[in-house]
């Protein structure tokens, strides 16, 4: 028997209840053909057993039984099973049986004896009501079903799904509506279209968001702006949203073969996360992030535009290269997020000079650029300069310290100046490197007579990279003598540039600069690996036994594999680390205490010492020089130098020497320049100095000859 689950929609099944034998058997012979189950009761009880079992679609009963009452038998199906048709037969002929067994719920009602076809009829008439109900009932759920479906669909669509009436109304918008834009569905329905519209989109939203067209020439993700409900709340958030809409028109089919335009379907994607990420990426190619200013990129963009207008209505225009004075020494002393914030603050400073239209970009670490497109006259960029420099009088507050920057600035002019943006550029740096070699924080325009000077930092850069092939280097060498014995104790090897054009460049015009621009890689090697050739030289020439200083910078220290690299180049040169002396600034010290501890260490292993150059003038915590495996403190030049003038520089120089004895270090007082000088080092107990009452740096040769015993 199949449950009830399995049962088909045509299957029906019948209970005939009836006491009389034979007319059961007849009636049930009757119906086989029509009916798919059969089960038959010739008693109530019977029939309640049978009901206990299975809910039929019909029961034909008799009202006479045995044992119950056929009208209580219709109570109890009913009340247990309401969806049963009850088709009454009954001997009894009068009305009002009939009517009662219809208003108890009977379906229909036969008289007995009845016709065959009768019967036949009357059930066949009732098990197909039976059937239809259950084909409409499952349609009606599956209709219901899918309905569901859809709605969810379009409801959980991360998109707008909607749809426009033939005027423009909204006649149905999805949930995302909420999201995307803050309104319910429902309080645009019946507004048109442009209520979501910002004005500016107006035009284009008429044939995009109101699309009439339909198949390939519809609207196809064609991005567009929406305007997202004022949140009169707060107020917040953006006012528009970016969409992708796809759109098409809407149409009935008319019999001639045209259509009759009902509105318009269709669906608005966010993309205003991808916008965001889009614009984020290009402003980050195209700004420095700390300052948020544009970067060279963009500046060379922005120049390139400017000379094109410039040349059409023939104009004239000012590039500017402006350069930080000091900005390594307060990056030095202060650290790295007090020069940080210094730029930040300098970069809203020269804003705040500068007109719409100016172009001030961050080019590089303490550089900047400016681009003038309206300029009348020379003048007019000499006036924005001064206007610059005077607005850095006051000045800058960072993490609470007060700092002082001041700006060297170098002005080109187009067209007289170049004619395009390298020329440009380059002679506003050119300019720029003259003003800093007249006292800084000045500007300079650039002159003709200047490239010839060859100052700029362009060109530095430039033939510095020629340099080391074309051995423009040279190794100078200054002694250090001990006060006591007035003998040579130690040299100090200082680099020395020829170049070609501008004779000899002091390492300090150069050694910054090779800093920033990675050249100090190359030059230190040569410097180490010359240092240790003549060190070699020395040793074997059998001169006395001294020590042999070497700078180091801040970016070579910090290089990961400076330590391999300086015993690979003692290893290379045949010698030990006895008898070389590094010699580093406290600042350099400073930027990263941990590593330098531990690569000094090494160093200092391998029999290396190790001096703090320029003493004095960076922190003046002394914890640092208990963790390193210092040697020799080098008291700064300044420091001597206030010697010989009423301050307290005599104060500065005893206080570091005895503190250098109670630590067990050697002092090396640096710049010594006169007997007086030497005369109060010796009386206060330092050890030895280095300056030009003595000598100043000699060529290699010299130095040999300032060794030879007399
Ligand atoms: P520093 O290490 O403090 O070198 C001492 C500087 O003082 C040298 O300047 C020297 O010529 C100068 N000097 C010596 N005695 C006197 C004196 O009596 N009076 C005056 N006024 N100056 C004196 P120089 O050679 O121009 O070097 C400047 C700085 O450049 C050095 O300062 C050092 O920090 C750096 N430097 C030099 N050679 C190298 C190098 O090979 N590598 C690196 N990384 N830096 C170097
Ligand atoms: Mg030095
Ligand atoms: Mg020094």
Request: include cysteine.
């Amino acid at each position: 028997m199949p449950s009830d689950a399995e049962v088909s929609s045509a299957f029906v099944s019948l209970l005939i209840v009836e006491d009389e034998p034979r007319y059961l058997d007849s009636t049930r012979l009757l119906l086989t053909s029509s009916i798919q189950r059969i089960d038959a009761a010739m008693t109530g009880a019977q029939a309640l057993a049978w009901l206990a079992q299975h809910s039929y679609d019909l029961v034909l009963l008799d009202l006479r039984l045995p044992d119950t009452s056929g009208h209580d038998l219709m109570a109890h199906l009913r009340e247990r099973h309401p969806g049963t048709r009850i088709i009454v037969m009954s001997g009894n002929s009068n009305i009002e049986s009939a009517i009662h067994s219809i208003r108890l719920g009977a379906y229909d009602y036969l008289r007995k004896p009845c016709e065959p076809e009768e019967l036949i009829k009357t059930v066949r008439n009732a098990a197909h009501k039976v059937r239809l109900e259950r084909d409409n009932l499952r349609m009606l759920q599956q209709i219901e079903q899918s309905e569901q479906w859809h709605r969810l669909l379009v409801n959980t669509s991360p998109d707008v799904i909607y749809t426009l009436d033939g005027e423009g109304r909204f006649t149905f918008l999805n949930e995302s509506i909420s999201r995307v834009l803050g309104y319910h569905p429902d309080e645009l329905v019946g507004k048109s279209y442009e209520a979501i519209v910002p004005d500016e989109e107006l035009d284009n939203a008429r044939y995009r968001l109101n699309e009439r067209r339909t198949g390939d020439r519809s609207t196809r993700n064609v991005d567009l702006l929406l305007k997202r409900k004022e949140d009169l709340l707060t107020g917040s958030g953006e006012a528009t949203v970016a969409v992708e809409v796809s759109a098409a028109g809407m149409y009935r089919p008319l019999p001639d073969g045209s259509g009759e335009f009902l509105g318009t379907y269709g669906v608005a994607r966010d993309i205003s996360a991808r916008k965001q990420a889009e614009a984020t990426i290009t402003f980050q190619a195209y700004h420095d992030l700390l300052t948020g200013l544009p970067n060279r990129a963009l500046f060379n963009d922005r120049l390139g535009q400017a000379i094109a207008q410039a040349r059409r209505h023939g104009q004239a225009l000012a590039v500017m290269f402006l350069d930080m004075d000091r900005f390594k020494v307060v990056n030095d002393t202060h650290g790295h997020l007090v020069g940080d914030g210094l730029l930040q603050g300098m970069a809203q400073r020269l804003r705040g000079s500068l007109r719409e239209g100016d172009t001030l970009a961050r080019i590089g670490g303490d550089e900047f650029m400016l681009l003038l497109p309206h300029v009348r006259s020379r003048d007019n960029a000499a006036f924005i300069a001064d206007k610059i420099i005077a607005s850095l009088k006051h000045p800058f507050h960072v993490d609470g310290h007060e700092i002082y920057s001041g700006m060297s600035i170098g002005i080109a002019v187009y067209p007289e100046d170049g004619d395009n943006q390298e020329t440009l550029i380059k002679h506003a740096d050119l300019a720029m490197y003259h003003a800093k070699d007249h006292g800084r924080n000045d500007f300079r325009f650039f002159t003709h007579d200047l490239q010839h000077s060859l100052t700029g930092r362009l060109a530095v850069e430039n033939d510095m990279r020629h340099a080391l092939t074309r051995g423009e280097f040279e190794m100078y060498y200054q002694p250090q003598v001990d006060i006591q014995s007035q003998r040579i104790r130690g040299m100090e090897a200082l680099i020395r540039w020829h170049h070609p054009e501008r004779g000899m460049v002091p390492p300090n015009d150069f050694i910054p600069i090779a800093e920033e621009c990675g050249l100090i890689a190359p030059i230190s090697e040569w410097v180490l690996d010359t240092a240790c050739k003549q060190a070699k030289a020395w040793r074997a020439a059998n001169m006395p036994a001294i020590s042999l200083g070497v700078n180091l910078s801040a970016r070579q220290i910090e290089h990961p594999h400076f330590v391999d690299k300086f015993i690979h180049s003692l290893k290379e040169n045949g010698i030990d680390g006895q008898g070389i002396e590094i010699e580093i600034t406290e600042s350099t010290l400073m930027r990263d205490m941990e590593g330098a501890i531990e690569k000094l260490r090494r160093l200092a292993d391998q029999g290396v010492e190790i001096s703090i150059d320029d003493f004095g003038t960076g922190y003046s915590s002394l914890s640092y020089l208990r963790k390193l495996p210092v040697h020799t403190l080098k008291i700064d030049r300044s420091f001597i130098h206030d010697l010989s003038a009423p301050s307290n520089g005599g104060t500065i120089v005893a206080g570091i020497t005895a503190m250098a004895k109670g630590l067990r270090l050697n002092v090396v007082a640096e710049g010594v320049e006169t007997s007086a000088q030497l005369e109060y080092l010796e009386s206060i107990g330092c050890d030895s100095y280095q300056g030009y009452l003595f000598s100043r740096p000699v060529a290699a040769r010299d130095a040999t000859g300032l060794l030879q015993p007399h």
